[in-house]
C-alpha cells in the first residue's frame, strides 16, 4: 500500500506501483484537472508540483511519490484566486485551455523560486510547456501580473 497525500489530504493507493502518477491522479483518486498530453513528458500538460518541484506525472511512477507532497491544479486554491490563476482569468490567458493547467503550475514553481522574473526567466522556465495554440505571450504576461499580485497579497 502506497500512501498519497494530494491537496494535503491522505490517499492510500492499492494498485501497481509503476502505475504513471497521472492515471492515479485522473482515472481512481478523480483529481481531473490535471491533463494528458503527449504521455512522454514532453509537452508539460500533466505537471504537478512534488514537494513544490514541477514534475510530469505522466512519467512519474506512484511508488516514486509515496509519502511526499502532491499538489495538484485542484489544489492551489479552493476559490481558483491564487495569483496565478487570478492573473491567468484577468489576461484571458487561454485559449483551447488544454495545457493551461500544466501551465499554471509551471508558473506558480517559477513564482515560488524566482518571485520576480525577468522575460529571460519565464522563457526558461516555461520552456518544456507546450502550448499549441500559442498563446505564449500572453502566459509571459500573466506570469508578470501575477507576480505584481502576490507582491501586493503579501503587502496587505
Not at 16 to 20: E, I, R, V
Not at 77 to 80: A, I, P, Q, R, Y
Given at each position: 500500500?502506497?500512501?498519497l497525500?494530494?491537496?494535503g489530504k491522505?490517499?492510500?493507493?492499492?494498485d501497481?506501483?509503476?502505475?504513471?502518477l497521472?492515471w492515479?491522479?485522473r482515472d481512481?483518486?478523480?483529481?481531473a484537472?490535471?491533463?494528458?498530453g503527449?504521455?512522454?513528458?514532453?509537452c508539460?500538460?500533466c505537471?504537478?508540483?512534488?514537494?513544490?518541484?514541477?514534475?510530469r506525472?505522466?512519467v512519474?511512477?506512484?511508488?516514486?511519490?509515496a509519502?511526499?507532497k502532491?499538489?495538484t491544479?485542484?489544489g492551489l486554491?479552493?476559490?481558483?484566486d491564487?495569483?496565478?490563476?487570478?492573473?491567468?482569468?484577468?489576461?484571458?490567458?487561454?485559449?483551447?485551455?488544454y495545457c493551461?493547467?500544466g501551465?499554471?503550475?509551471?508558473?506558480?514553481?517559477l513564482l515560488?523560486?524566482?518571485p520576480?522574473?525577468?522575460d529571460?526567466?519565464?522563457?526558461?522556465?516555461?520552456?518544456?510547456?507546450?502550448c499549441?495554440?500559442g498563446?505564449?505571450?500572453?502566459i509571459k504576461?500573466?506570469?508578470h501580473?501575477?507576480?505584481?499580485l502576490?507582491t501586493?497579497?503579501?503587502?496587505?
Open positions: 500500500m502506497i500512501t497525500t494530494i491537496n491522505e490517499h492510500q493507493f492499492n501497481d506501483g509503476d502505475m504513471p497521472l492515479a491522479l481512481i483518486l478523480k483529481y484537472g490535471t491533463k494528458y503527449c504521455g512522454k513528458g514532453l508539460g500538460a505537471t504537478v508540483h512534488v514537494d513544490g518541484q514541477p514534475v506525472s505522466c512519474m511512477p506512484v511508488s516514486a511519490v509519502n511526499q502532491i499538489t491544479i485542484e486554491s479552493e476559490l481558483g491564487h495569483p496565478v490563476q487570478q492573473a491567468w482569468q484577468d489576461l484571458n490567458v487561454p485559449q483551447c485551455g493551461q493547467s501551465q499554471i503550475m509551471s508558473a506558480v514553481a515560488d523560486r524566482e520576480n522574473p525577468n529571460k526567466d519565464i522563457e526558461l522556465a516555461m520552456s518544456g510547456n507546450i499549441r495554440c498563446t505564449y505571450q500572453r504576461e500573466a506570469i501580473l501575477a507576480a505584481d502576490a501586493e497579497v503579501k503587502g496587505r
